[in-house]
């Protein structure tokens, strides 16, 4: 990818509205133990620029160091407290699985998971995904990103909220690898359906299936929030996307 593509992409995903909120990471004891044990073990430490949540535009962070190898890099944005994430990661020993998340809290409930699972190949940033593509991950440095239930925002004034815009496509694309792969899982509806009209239009993607719905991933196990949209009657959908061009 050109570098006045990267450029483009870099200047368009400034923003002031956040898909997240901002929640006391207030941490229950149990919770704070385990962020206290294995925090220096799992999550690695960024310079900020305002927020807790932001990273400062000249961060660098040496990957291959904080694994401890070169690997294939799987990033899931928004894994909570890693539910999904663990079992995947645990299915790709061979990948570095990075996880982007906001929420401390939920962070020290993943760091206990990690923990009692034995894995080394899950390192934690905690940090809007948005900042952390852009000024941690080097262009096309990225193999897959998975981003699962993103929260929906669904009331029509809260959809600006939503984190897959078509800016922050256009950064994902500059991130991944050409060939690389975005999979993506939603339950909701017009969510699908804006994030299949984003990613159809930016010229980097291409649907893995050709009618622009995946099957569902059978590597992803039922998180609460995937179970939470069933048991509410929902259809879950599943997108994957390879970054081309
Ligand atoms: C609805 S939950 C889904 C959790 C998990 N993916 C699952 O399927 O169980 C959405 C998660 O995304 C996180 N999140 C929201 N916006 C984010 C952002 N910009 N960067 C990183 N994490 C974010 C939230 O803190 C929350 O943990």
Do not use: C
Request: no cysteine; hydrophobic share 40%; glycine share 4%.
């Amino acid at each position: 990818m050109t570098g006045s593509v990267v450029q483009r992409a870099e200047r368009r995903t400034r923003r002031e509205v956040v898909s997240f909120v901002r929640r006391s990471n207030r941490m229950r004891p149990n919770q704070r133990r385990a962020w206290e044990t294995y925090r220096d073990r799992f999550v690695l430490d960024v310079p900020r620029l305002d927020t807790s949540t932001s990273i400062h535009p000249a961060a660098a962070v040496d990957l291959i160091e904080a694994f401890g190898r070169d690997a294939e890099l799987i990033v899931e944005i928004g894994p909570g407290a890693g539910e999904s994430l663990i079992p995947m990661a645990a299915a790709r020993p061979q990948a570095n699985v990075l996880a982007l998340e906001v929420y401390q809290p939920a962070i020290a409930r993943m760091l206990s998971r990690l923990a009692r699972s034995g894995l080394d190949n899950v390192r934690i940033v905690e940090a809007d995904a948005v900042a952390a593509l852009e000024h941690l991950m080097p262009a096309g440095s990225v193999d897959e990103i998975w981003l699962f239930f993103p929260d929906p925002w669904h009331k029509s004034r809260h959809h600006k909220r939503r984190l897959l815009t078509p800016e922050f496509a256009a950064l994902s694309a500059s991130r991944l690898r050409p060939g690389g792969i975005w999979r993506i899982a939603t339950d909701w509806d017009d969510y699908a359906y804006r994030i299949r009209q984003v990613l159809d239009t930016n010229p980097y993607f291409i649907s893995v299936y050709p009618n622009g719905w995946a099957p569902r991933w059978d590597a992803r196990p039922i998180t609460h929030f995937e179970q939470r949209g069933l048991d509410a009657r929902r259809q879950i959908f599943d997108l994957a996307y390879r970054r081309v061009g």
